[in-house]
């Protein structure tokens, strides 16, 4: 049995004041299928073109291994030369990812390719980070530290989005002092013997092409699996929330260093503990007797 999901609503374009006004008020996801195409990244952006530009870069590399007490922050699994990474992902499926990499820092250039949509968001104005994966390379679920609104532009090939609400969280075993869910649970391909309080999540579901726009709003769970190989870029709006703003600075001044101080003390114990905790909290909150 899969998951209980809804396809995203998609529109062409839309009006400034329809977007603000039915999804950001109403924090609704959207698919937007034309955003982007008066950019010249909606011509350009394709792995050749990135590699011409920056193949000589080091770029920072994530793959799907549990996360690991040894492991920092956002710490990087691996390093490659952007030609040979992309060279790679056009070769055969590969888990490895870039995440949150600050590219346009790098190749400024890349900076005229893409245009601030004037779209009801207050974006923050720091250059962008891009993601890049390879076929069936998936980014586990997760919700953003700092509870923004995100514009999620896809480009080059297909990319699988799954999304959840917050109010969704009870039932998918969110890791205490932590942004993700357990990491090995399937969610393609759920077990529901194992993970039992599945069955009562609904989230939603959509296939973005190149070019098209995600609007994300503020702290939902995201599920990303790249169906080709392709490269993504995000902008940011801060919470509007108050709620969601404090929530933010708890995870950003308080949370990922207590999580990091801990990792240091206990060493894998506190990995595993969290992981147990993690489904004795779900189960004990919904009454399931396993």
């Known amino acids: 049995m899969p998951l209980h999901l809804t396809e995203i609503e998609r529109v062409k374009t839309i009006s400034k004041e329809d977007f603000y006004k039915n999804y950001v008020k109403k924090q609704k996801?959207?698919?937007?299928?034309?955003?982007?195409?008066?950019?010249?990244?909606?011509?350009?952006?394709?792995?050749?073109?990135?590699?011409?530009?920056?193949?000589?870069?080091?770029?920072?590399?994530?793959?799907?291994?549990?996360?690991?007490?040894?492991?920092?922050?956002?710490?990087?699994?691996?390093?490659?030369?952007?030609?040979?990474?992309?060279?790679?992902?056009?070769?055969?499926?590969?888990?490895?990812?870039?995440?949150?990499y600050n590219l346009m820092k790098e190749v400024p250039s890349l900076q005229k390719d893409f245009k601030w949509p004037d779209i009801g968001l207050r974006l923050v104005k720091q250059l962008p980070m891009l993601f890049f994966g390879g076929e069936n390379s998936r980014v586990f679920m997760h919700f953003d530290i700092d509870y923004s609104n995100i514009l999620h532009f896809h480009f080059h090939g297909k990319k699988q989005c799954i999304l959840f609400e917050p109010n969704q969280t009870p039932y998918l075993y969110k890791i205490p002092h932590a942004l993700i869910s357990r990491e090995d649970i399937d969610f393609d391909n759920p077990d529901f013997e194992k993970w039992p309080a599945l069955k009562q999540a609904k989230g939603l579901i959509c296939n973005l092409n190149h070019g098209e726009m995600l609007y994300m709003p503020e702290g939902y769970w995201h599920y990303m699996k790249y169906l080709t190989p392709g490269f993504s870029m995000s902008l940011r709006a801060f919470p509007r929330s108050i709620s969601n703003l404090t929530k933010a600075a708890y995870n950003v001044f308080i949370m990922r260093h207590f999580d990091n101080f801990m990792r240091r003390q206990k060493g894998q114990q506190w990995i595993d503990h969290k992981n147990e905790q993690a489904i004795i909290q779900t189960h004990k909150k919904l009454g399931i007797n396993k």
């Open 29 to 100: 996801p959207l698919v937007i299928e034309q955003l982007t195409t008066d950019w010249p990244a909606y011509e350009k952006w394709k792995l050749n073109y990135i590699k011409d530009i920056a193949g000589d870069k080091t770029v920072p590399l994530y793959d799907d291994r549990p996360v690991s007490h040894k492991d920092g922050f956002n710490e990087a699994h691996a390093t490659m030369k952007m030609a040979d990474y992309i060279d790679l992902l056009q070769s055969k499926p590969t888990n490895y990812r870039i995440f949150l």
